[in-house]
Protein backbone atom coordinates (compact mmCIF):
# COMPACT_ATOMS: atom_id res chain seq x y z
CA UNK A 1 0.00 0.00 0.00
CA UNK A 2 1.54 3.74 -0.86
CA UNK A 3 2.61 5.82 2.14
CA UNK A 4 0.55 9.10 2.13
CA UNK A 5 1.68 11.84 4.38
CA UNK A 6 -0.10 14.42 6.20
CA UNK A 7 0.48 17.99 7.59
CA UNK A 8 0.19 17.86 11.08
CA UNK A 9 0.30 22.11 10.84
CA UNK A 10 -3.15 21.13 8.82
CA UNK A 11 -4.28 18.80 11.78
CA UNK A 12 -3.50 21.05 14.39
CA UNK A 13 -5.66 24.17 12.13
CA UNK A 14 -8.78 21.44 11.77
CA UNK A 15 -8.22 20.93 15.63
CA UNK A 16 -8.22 24.65 16.59
CA UNK A 17 -11.31 24.63 14.14
CA UNK A 18 -13.23 22.94 16.46
CA UNK A 19 -13.39 19.49 14.11
CA UNK A 20 -14.55 16.51 15.66
CA UNK A 21 -12.83 13.46 15.90
CA UNK A 22 -15.16 11.64 13.32
CA UNK A 23 -14.50 14.53 11.14
CA UNK A 24 -11.04 13.97 11.01
CA UNK A 25 -10.84 10.66 10.50
CA UNK A 26 -13.38 10.99 7.47
CA UNK A 27 -11.17 14.08 6.14
CA UNK A 28 -7.42 12.15 6.33
CA UNK A 29 -9.32 8.99 6.18
CA UNK A 30 -7.96 7.32 9.36
CA UNK A 31 -9.95 4.48 11.24
CA UNK A 32 -10.31 5.41 14.92
CA UNK A 33 -7.24 3.78 15.87
CA UNK A 34 -5.55 5.81 13.28
CA UNK A 35 -7.00 8.64 15.07
CA UNK A 36 -5.95 7.67 18.17
CA UNK A 37 -2.46 7.02 16.90
CA UNK A 38 -2.16 10.45 15.34
CA UNK A 39 -3.53 12.25 18.62
CA UNK A 40 -0.56 10.45 20.85
CA UNK A 41 1.77 11.43 18.29
CA UNK A 42 0.43 15.07 18.71
CA UNK A 43 1.08 14.88 22.31
CA UNK A 44 4.20 13.48 22.05
CA UNK A 45 5.52 16.26 19.76
CA UNK A 46 3.74 18.84 22.42
CA UNK A 47 2.14 20.35 19.53
CA UNK A 48 -1.15 19.05 21.96
CA UNK A 49 -2.22 19.72 25.15
CA UNK A 50 -2.56 16.80 27.93
CA UNK A 51 -6.32 18.69 28.68
CA UNK A 52 -7.04 18.68 24.86
CA UNK A 53 -5.54 15.06 24.18
CA UNK A 54 -7.73 13.90 27.71
CA UNK A 55 -10.82 15.56 25.87
CA UNK A 56 -10.45 14.03 22.38
CA UNK A 57 -9.36 10.58 23.62
CA UNK A 58 -12.08 10.35 26.34
CA UNK A 59 -9.46 8.49 29.13
CA UNK A 60 -8.56 9.75 32.59
CA UNK A 61 -4.51 8.44 31.84
CA UNK A 62 -2.88 9.19 28.68
CA UNK A 63 -0.94 6.88 26.59
CA UNK A 64 2.12 8.45 25.12
CA UNK A 65 3.64 5.42 22.95
CA UNK A 66 1.16 4.15 20.40
CA UNK A 67 -0.92 1.30 19.63
CA UNK A 68 -0.89 0.68 16.04
CA UNK A 69 -3.92 0.60 13.94
CA UNK A 70 -2.90 -2.76 13.04
CA UNK A 71 -4.02 -4.28 16.15
CA UNK A 72 -0.66 -4.61 17.22
CA UNK A 73 0.16 -3.72 21.04
CA UNK A 74 3.42 -1.46 22.07
CA UNK A 75 4.72 -0.97 25.72
CA UNK A 76 3.48 2.51 26.83
CA UNK A 77 3.64 4.55 29.94
CA UNK A 78 0.95 5.69 31.50
CA UNK A 79 0.93 9.77 32.44
CA UNK A 80 -1.32 11.00 34.92
CA UNK A 81 -3.12 14.02 34.13
CA UNK A 82 -2.44 16.67 36.38
CA UNK A 83 1.67 14.93 36.98
CA UNK A 84 4.58 17.84 37.04
CA UNK A 85 6.74 14.71 35.27
CA UNK A 86 7.44 15.32 31.36
CA UNK A 87 5.83 13.31 28.79
CA UNK A 88 8.45 10.70 27.66
CA UNK A 89 7.59 7.28 25.70
CA UNK A 90 8.85 4.39 27.25
CA UNK A 91 9.50 2.95 23.96
CA UNK A 92 10.43 4.48 21.29
CA UNK A 93 8.65 5.96 18.30
CA UNK A 94 8.97 4.04 15.01
CA UNK A 95 9.39 8.13 13.29
CA UNK A 96 8.98 10.48 16.12
CA UNK A 97 7.67 14.03 15.81
CA UNK A 98 10.83 16.05 16.43
CA UNK A 99 10.51 19.84 16.70
CA UNK A 100 12.70 21.43 14.43
CA UNK A 101 11.67 25.13 15.55
CA UNK A 102 9.69 25.08 12.26
CA UNK A 103 5.77 23.97 13.66
CA UNK A 104 6.17 21.66 10.07
CA UNK A 105 5.83 18.31 10.29
CA UNK A 106 4.38 15.33 8.01
CA UNK A 107 2.62 12.41 9.23
CA UNK A 108 2.20 9.50 7.01
CA UNK A 109 0.27 6.64 6.80
CA UNK A 110 0.52 2.92 4.97
CA UNK A 111 -2.71 1.48 4.75
CA UNK A 112 -4.45 0.94 7.75
CA UNK A 113 -0.47 0.15 9.39
CA UNK A 114 0.90 2.99 12.27
CA UNK A 115 0.70 6.69 12.17
CA UNK A 116 4.16 8.20 11.58
CA UNK A 117 5.57 11.46 11.58
CA UNK A 118 8.62 13.48 10.52
CA UNK A 119 9.67 17.29 10.11
CA UNK A 120 8.83 18.95 6.92
CA UNK A 121 11.78 20.56 5.02
CA UNK A 122 11.91 23.15 2.70
CA UNK A 123 8.78 25.34 1.28
CA UNK A 124 6.36 23.93 4.55
CA UNK A 125 9.21 25.10 7.04
CA UNK A 126 8.96 28.11 9.05
CA UNK A 127 12.08 30.33 9.89
CA UNK A 128 12.28 30.50 13.74
CA UNK A 129 10.76 33.68 15.31
CA UNK A 130 10.86 35.10 18.83
CA UNK A 131 6.72 35.51 18.72
CA UNK A 132 6.05 32.26 16.91
CA UNK A 133 3.75 29.51 18.21
CA UNK A 134 4.14 26.11 16.95
CA UNK A 135 0.53 25.62 17.13
CA UNK A 136 -0.66 28.66 15.11
CA UNK A 137 -0.77 29.24 11.35
CA UNK A 138 -1.06 31.85 9.41
CA UNK A 139 -3.85 33.73 9.29
CA UNK A 140 -5.02 33.46 5.67
CA UNK A 141 -4.34 29.95 5.55
CA UNK A 142 -6.99 29.50 7.95
CA UNK A 143 -9.22 29.77 4.91
CA UNK A 144 -8.82 26.10 3.74
CA UNK A 145 -10.37 24.79 6.91
CA UNK A 146 -13.97 23.67 7.05
CA UNK A 147 -16.32 23.30 3.72
CA UNK A 148 -14.70 25.88 1.45
CA UNK A 149 -16.32 24.91 -2.17
CA UNK A 150 -16.93 27.99 -4.23
CA UNK A 151 -20.46 27.73 -4.29
CA UNK A 152 -20.51 28.10 -0.19
CA UNK A 153 -19.11 31.09 -0.66
CA UNK A 154 -21.20 32.29 -3.29
CA UNK A 155 -24.49 31.19 -1.29
CA UNK A 156 -22.90 32.27 2.24
CA UNK A 157 -22.05 36.23 0.40
CA UNK A 158 -25.93 36.58 -0.66
CA UNK A 159 -27.08 35.34 2.61
CA UNK A 160 -25.09 38.25 4.67
CA UNK A 161 -26.38 40.73 1.78
CA UNK A 162 -30.23 39.53 2.03
CA UNK A 163 -30.15 38.74 5.93
CA UNK A 164 -28.78 42.24 6.79
CA UNK A 165 -30.88 44.39 4.40
CA UNK A 166 -34.07 42.75 5.28
CA UNK A 167 -33.92 42.66 8.80
CA UNK A 168 -32.66 46.21 8.92
CA UNK A 169 -35.61 47.30 6.95
CA UNK A 170 -37.60 45.56 9.15
CA UNK A 171 -36.56 47.04 11.95
CA UNK A 172 -37.01 50.39 10.31
CA UNK A 173 -40.29 49.45 9.39
CA UNK A 174 -41.36 48.71 12.83
CA UNK A 175 -39.38 51.17 15.30
CA UNK A 176 -40.10 54.02 13.11
CA UNK A 177 -42.64 53.51 10.38
CA UNK A 178 -43.09 57.43 9.37
CA UNK A 179 -39.45 57.97 8.53
CA UNK A 180 -38.00 57.79 5.10
CA UNK A 181 -34.53 57.53 3.65
CA UNK A 182 -32.34 60.77 2.77
CA UNK A 183 -29.73 59.05 -0.03
CA UNK A 184 -28.19 62.77 0.25
CA UNK A 185 -27.69 62.52 3.78
CA UNK A 186 -27.33 58.93 3.78
CA UNK A 187 -29.63 58.83 7.29
CA UNK A 188 -33.31 58.75 8.14
CA UNK A 189 -35.50 61.80 8.27
CA UNK A 190 -38.27 62.30 11.02
CA UNK A 191 -36.52 60.84 13.83
CA UNK A 192 -34.29 61.89 16.16
CA UNK A 193 -30.59 61.82 15.70
CA UNK A 194 -30.45 59.31 18.46
CA UNK A 195 -32.83 56.89 16.82
CA UNK A 196 -31.12 57.37 13.78
CA UNK A 197 -27.81 55.90 14.93
CA UNK A 198 -29.56 53.74 16.84
CA UNK A 199 -31.24 51.90 13.40
CA UNK A 200 -28.43 52.57 11.02
CA UNK A 201 -25.86 50.63 13.83
CA UNK A 202 -28.64 47.70 13.75
CA UNK A 203 -27.59 47.08 10.01
CA UNK A 204 -23.87 46.22 11.42
CA UNK A 205 -25.55 43.91 14.00
CA UNK A 206 -27.49 42.02 11.75
CA UNK A 207 -24.50 41.58 9.32
CA UNK A 208 -22.60 40.39 12.60
CA UNK A 209 -24.99 37.60 13.16
CA UNK A 210 -25.30 36.73 9.63
CA UNK A 211 -21.42 36.10 9.49
CA UNK A 212 -21.40 34.36 12.75
CA UNK A 213 -24.24 32.19 10.96
CA UNK A 214 -22.46 31.17 8.04
CA UNK A 215 -19.13 30.48 9.34
CA UNK A 216 -20.58 28.04 11.70
CA UNK A 217 -23.42 26.35 9.91
CA UNK A 218 -22.15 26.47 5.88
CA UNK A 219 -18.58 27.03 6.60
CA UNK A 220 -18.49 24.83 9.61
CA UNK A 221 -15.78 26.26 10.94
CA UNK A 222 -15.21 27.94 14.17
CA UNK A 223 -15.93 31.77 14.52
CA UNK A 224 -12.71 32.32 16.14
CA UNK A 225 -11.11 31.32 12.77
CA UNK A 226 -12.08 34.82 11.35
CA UNK A 227 -10.47 36.63 13.75
CA UNK A 228 -7.23 34.40 14.84
CA UNK A 229 -5.22 31.27 13.92
CA UNK A 230 -4.43 31.22 17.69
CA UNK A 231 -6.76 29.70 20.48
CA UNK A 232 -7.85 32.54 21.58
CA UNK A 233 -8.23 36.71 21.26
CA UNK A 234 -5.31 38.91 21.86
CA UNK A 235 -7.10 41.50 23.29
CA UNK A 236 -4.06 43.59 24.36
CA UNK A 237 -3.31 43.80 20.34
CA UNK A 238 -7.09 45.46 19.75
CA UNK A 239 -5.67 47.80 23.40
CA UNK A 240 -2.57 48.19 21.31
CA UNK A 241 -4.22 49.55 17.80
CA UNK A 242 -6.85 51.24 19.24
CA UNK A 243 -4.53 53.13 21.69
CA UNK A 244 -2.52 54.19 19.24
CA UNK A 245 -4.30 55.31 16.74
CA UNK A 246 -6.43 57.18 18.78
CA UNK A 247 -3.32 59.15 19.96
CA UNK A 248 -1.94 59.65 16.17
CA UNK A 249 -5.68 60.89 15.54
CA UNK A 250 -5.38 63.55 18.07
CA UNK A 251 -2.27 64.65 17.14
CA UNK A 252 -3.68 65.13 13.48
CA UNK A 253 -6.59 67.54 15.30
CA UNK A 254 -4.37 69.54 17.55
CA UNK A 255 -2.37 70.39 14.27
CA UNK A 256 -5.36 70.57 12.17
CA UNK A 257 -6.93 73.06 14.82
CA UNK A 258 -3.67 75.44 15.13
CA UNK A 259 -3.39 75.47 10.94
CA UNK A 260 -7.20 76.38 10.56
CA UNK A 261 -9.11 77.40 13.71
CA UNK A 262 -12.20 79.03 11.98
CA UNK A 263 -12.83 75.03 10.16
CA UNK A 264 -13.75 73.85 13.77
CA UNK A 265 -17.16 74.52 15.83
CA UNK A 266 -17.09 73.82 19.92
CA UNK A 267 -20.10 72.10 19.78
CA UNK A 268 -20.21 69.78 22.84
CA UNK A 269 -23.93 69.92 24.76
CA UNK A 270 -23.52 68.32 27.64
CA UNK A 271 -26.75 67.18 28.11
CA UNK A 272 -27.47 65.38 24.74
CA UNK A 273 -23.59 64.29 24.77
CA UNK A 274 -24.48 61.99 27.79
CA UNK A 275 -26.85 60.24 25.92
CA UNK A 276 -25.40 59.82 23.05
CA UNK A 277 -21.93 58.69 24.07
CA UNK A 278 -23.29 55.57 26.05
CA UNK A 279 -24.95 54.21 22.84
CA UNK A 280 -21.95 55.57 20.65
CA UNK A 281 -19.03 53.65 23.02
CA UNK A 282 -21.80 50.22 22.66
CA UNK A 283 -22.62 50.34 19.34
CA UNK A 284 -20.05 51.52 17.11
CA UNK A 285 -16.97 48.92 18.28
CA UNK A 286 -19.85 46.59 17.07
CA UNK A 287 -20.26 48.44 13.39
CA UNK A 288 -16.30 48.56 13.16
CA UNK A 289 -16.31 44.91 14.17
CA UNK A 290 -18.24 43.46 11.81
CA UNK A 291 -17.19 45.61 9.08
CA UNK A 292 -13.74 44.07 9.77
CA UNK A 293 -15.08 40.00 10.17
CA UNK A 294 -16.97 40.69 6.52
CA UNK A 295 -13.94 42.06 4.80
CA UNK A 296 -10.44 41.48 6.49
CA UNK A 297 -12.12 38.01 7.86
CA UNK A 298 -14.64 36.21 5.65
CA UNK A 299 -13.37 38.11 2.11
CA UNK A 300 -9.99 37.90 2.68
CA UNK A 301 -10.27 34.55 3.56
CA UNK A 302 -12.20 33.92 0.48
CA UNK A 303 -9.69 35.55 -2.17
CA UNK A 304 -6.81 33.77 -0.23
CA UNK A 305 -8.54 30.65 -1.47
CA UNK A 306 -7.75 32.26 -5.01
CA UNK A 307 -4.41 33.33 -4.67
CA UNK A 308 -1.91 33.75 -1.64
CA UNK A 309 -0.07 36.96 -3.37
CA UNK A 310 -0.12 39.19 -0.29
CA UNK A 311 0.05 42.43 -2.27
CA UNK A 312 -3.12 40.99 -4.73
CA UNK A 313 -4.93 40.34 -1.06
CA UNK A 314 -4.27 43.98 0.21
CA UNK A 315 -5.49 45.49 -3.65
CA UNK A 316 -8.20 43.02 -3.53
CA UNK A 317 -9.55 43.72 0.04
CA UNK A 318 -8.89 47.56 -0.61
CA UNK A 319 -11.34 47.70 -3.81
CA UNK A 320 -14.01 45.62 -1.90
CA UNK A 321 -13.80 47.43 1.16
CA UNK A 322 -13.91 51.17 -0.61
CA UNK A 323 -17.29 50.16 -3.14
CA UNK A 324 -19.91 49.96 -0.50
CA UNK A 325 -18.41 53.22 1.15
CA UNK A 326 -18.75 55.59 -2.38
CA UNK A 327 -22.48 56.07 -1.17
CA UNK A 328 -21.12 57.70 1.90
CA UNK A 329 -22.50 61.55 1.69
CA UNK A 330 -18.46 62.29 2.14
CA UNK A 331 -17.97 61.16 -1.42
CA UNK A 332 -19.60 64.42 -2.51
CA UNK A 333 -16.49 66.61 -0.96
CA UNK A 334 -14.77 64.74 -3.93
CA UNK A 335 -15.49 61.61 -5.78
CA UNK A 336 -11.24 60.62 -6.39
CA UNK A 337 -9.80 61.85 -3.83
CA UNK A 338 -12.46 60.09 -1.08
CA UNK A 339 -12.34 57.14 -3.29
CA UNK A 340 -8.69 56.69 -2.75
CA UNK A 341 -8.91 57.37 1.04
CA UNK A 342 -11.41 54.74 1.55
CA UNK A 343 -9.41 52.17 -0.93
CA UNK A 344 -5.93 53.42 1.14
CA UNK A 345 -7.87 52.47 4.53
CA UNK A 346 -8.90 48.96 3.53
CA UNK A 347 -5.86 48.48 2.28
CA UNK A 348 -3.80 49.54 5.49
CA UNK A 349 -6.23 47.39 7.23
CA UNK A 350 -5.52 44.49 5.34
CA UNK A 351 -1.40 44.94 5.36
CA UNK A 352 -2.00 44.87 9.45
CA UNK A 353 -3.68 42.25 9.46
CA UNK A 354 -1.38 39.71 7.55
CA UNK A 355 1.63 41.75 9.11
CA UNK A 356 -0.04 40.86 12.91
CA UNK A 357 -1.56 37.57 11.94
CA UNK A 358 -4.98 38.51 13.02
CA UNK A 359 -7.52 40.83 13.00
CA UNK A 360 -7.14 42.39 16.42
CA UNK A 361 -5.04 45.22 15.33
CA UNK A 362 -7.39 46.22 12.54
CA UNK A 363 -10.40 46.00 14.59
CA UNK A 364 -8.61 48.20 17.64
CA UNK A 365 -7.70 50.66 14.59
CA UNK A 366 -11.16 51.06 12.95
CA UNK A 367 -13.27 51.02 16.32
CA UNK A 368 -10.24 53.85 17.44
CA UNK A 369 -11.35 56.09 13.90
CA UNK A 370 -14.66 55.46 14.17
CA UNK A 371 -14.65 56.33 17.82
CA UNK A 372 -12.90 59.74 17.30
CA UNK A 373 -15.51 60.84 14.69
CA UNK A 374 -18.74 59.77 16.33
CA UNK A 375 -17.32 61.63 20.41
CA UNK A 376 -14.27 63.63 19.41
CA UNK A 377 -15.30 65.87 15.79
CA UNK A 378 -17.36 65.12 13.30
CA UNK A 379 -17.96 66.46 9.37
CA UNK A 380 -21.36 68.41 8.99
CA UNK A 381 -22.02 65.74 6.62
CA UNK A 382 -20.73 62.64 7.63
CA UNK A 383 -22.92 59.33 7.36
CA UNK A 384 -22.41 59.02 10.66
CA UNK A 385 -24.47 61.83 12.44
CA UNK A 386 -23.72 61.92 16.53
CA UNK A 387 -23.47 64.42 19.32
CA UNK A 388 -19.38 65.04 19.42
CA UNK A 389 -17.53 67.61 20.94
CA UNK A 390 -16.28 69.27 17.99
CA UNK A 391 -17.85 69.79 14.26
CA UNK A 392 -16.17 70.03 11.31
CA UNK A 393 -17.61 72.40 9.07
CA UNK A 394 -15.75 71.57 5.83
CA UNK A 395 -14.06 68.73 4.55
CA UNK A 396 -10.86 68.47 3.19
CA UNK A 397 -10.76 65.28 0.65
CA UNK A 398 -7.07 65.64 -0.80
CA UNK A 399 -6.14 66.34 2.96
CA UNK A 400 -7.78 63.41 4.70
CA UNK A 401 -5.83 61.55 2.52
CA UNK A 402 -2.59 62.57 3.11
CA UNK A 403 -3.11 62.76 6.73
CA UNK A 404 -4.14 59.26 6.74
CA UNK A 405 -1.30 58.18 4.53
CA UNK A 406 1.16 59.62 7.19
CA UNK A 407 -0.94 58.61 10.27
CA UNK A 408 -0.66 55.23 9.02
CA UNK A 409 3.19 54.67 8.15
CA UNK A 410 3.68 56.31 11.42
CA UNK A 411 1.63 53.64 12.92
CA UNK A 412 2.93 50.60 11.28
CA UNK A 413 6.54 52.21 11.89
CA UNK A 414 5.87 52.41 16.02
CA UNK A 415 3.81 49.04 16.15
CA UNK A 416 5.64 47.08 13.71
CA UNK A 417 8.81 47.95 12.11
CA UNK A 418 12.20 50.30 12.35
CA UNK A 419 14.08 50.45 15.19
CA UNK A 420 11.25 53.12 17.07
CA UNK A 421 8.42 49.94 17.93
CA UNK A 422 6.21 49.96 20.60
CA UNK A 423 7.54 46.70 21.19
CA UNK A 424 11.24 47.76 22.03
CA UNK A 425 10.24 50.82 23.42
CA UNK A 426 8.18 48.73 25.91
CA UNK A 427 11.04 46.37 27.25
CA UNK A 428 13.67 49.52 27.23
CA UNK A 429 11.29 51.26 29.86
CA UNK A 430 10.92 47.85 31.57
CA UNK A 431 15.11 47.49 31.64
CA UNK A 432 15.09 51.25 33.25
CA UNK A 433 12.79 50.44 36.07
CA UNK A 434 14.67 49.92 39.32
CA UNK A 435 14.45 45.88 40.43
Known amino acids: MAER ?148 YLVSILFISVFSTLMTVIAMAMFAPNSRWDNTTGSLIGISSLSNYVLQS ?43 FFALLSCVLAIDYLMAPESFQFCLDPGRFMWFAPVVLVLTPIQTTAEELLFRGYLLHTTALLTGNRMVLVLVSGALFMLPHLVNPEVAAGFLPMALYYFAVGGFLTIVTLKSNGLEVAIGIHAATNLFVGLIVNYTNSVLKTESIFLCSTLDPVGSLVSFCIIAIIFYLLMFGGRLTLKRFWKKRQAAVPK
Open 5 to 152: RISAKEVMIDIRAGLSNDEIGQKYRLSERGIRSLLDKLLNANLLTVEEHLQRVGSSTLPVDLEGDNGGRIDRKQVVIGSSEPVVASTPLPKRLEDDNSGSYAVSTSGNGPVQAAPLRGQDRHETREDFIPTSAKFIDISKQGQNQWWR
Open 202 to 244: LTFVFLFVAIFMVVRIEHKRSFLSLITPNESIDWKKIGKGFGL
